[in-house]
């Protein structure tokens, strides 16, 4: 079975810095691999996903990330962080086959002046 | 565009109610899920379905039921709710020809608090 571990629990960073966070999975296969956003009290929209070809995928407002196979990660950046990116993020892996996606515990970005 | 809606965005109920909580997706979508989410335990899985009248347990299942009648909706009842129930409750579909490993689709969530 898979598993995710996002290993930050809570990252503060500065308006106009760079931003990444952390994601590992584990799985025997190649994985699906996913980023969901959720602000307060919403529910979670899809940043960006990987299938398959480049490892380096393109996300909605100016994210991205990077699979890497031999580190078993695909963390989330972000060249230069604004105060409205303020949110909980949460990775998930999905396994080729009808099984539902398995989600990390979330990473709490804040977002300070 | 996917919507996936969730019948209240928040509830109150007491203790030993049987609570209702419905989602509907517009897309046709044949699986649909049912989570829990609470702080620093992320989302958990309660009940999936993958067609009509079909339902298979997730993670979480005891103290939930879920209910599938027609493809575009999924219920989930607690029968008897009790105070550790109290979160946030969402509801997600996926396409039929990708498999339920594939992208998912979330609804806004409904906040359920039990007094």
């Known amino acids: 079975a898979q598993s995710v571990t996002q290993p930050d629990i809570h990252i503060t960073v500065s308006e106009g810095a760079s931003l990444e966070l952390r994601c590992n999975y584990s799985?025997?296969?190649?994985?699906?691999l996913f980023w969901y956003v959720q602000s307060p009290g919403q529910g979670l929209q899809l940043l960006l996903k990987?299938?398959?070809?480049?490892?380096l995928v393109q996300g909605i407002k100016g994210f991205e990330a990077e699979f890497k196979r031999s580190q078993s990660s695909f963390n989330l950046r972000k060249p230069s962080v604004h105060w409205s990116d303020a949110a909980e993020y949460f990775c998930a892996v999905g396994a080729r086959g009808n099984t539902p996606l398995v989600f990390g515990k979330g990473t709490r970005l804040s977002v300070i002046a | 565009d996917v919507k996936v809606t969730q019948s209240s965005r928040y509830l109150v109920k007491r203790t030993g109610e049987k609570v209702f909580l419905e989602c509907v997706q517009d897309m046709d979508h044949e699986n649909m899920f049912w989570y829990r989410q609470d702080p620093g335990l992320g989302l958990r899985l309660i009940y999936f379905s993958y067609d009509v009248k079909m339902k298979e347990k997730g993670d979480i299942p005891e103290g939930y039921s879920v209910s599938r009648e027609k493809k575009e909706r999924f219920s989930l009842i607690l029968e008897s709710a009790s105070t550790n129930q109290t979160s946030m409750y969402l509801c997600a579909s996926n396409p039929p020809r990708q498999g339920a490993g594939n992208e998912q689709f979330f609804g806004p969530g409904t906040r359920l608090t039990v007094l």
């Open positions: 990987y299938f398959s070809g480049d490892t």
């Open positions: 799985y025997g296969a190649t994985p699906y």
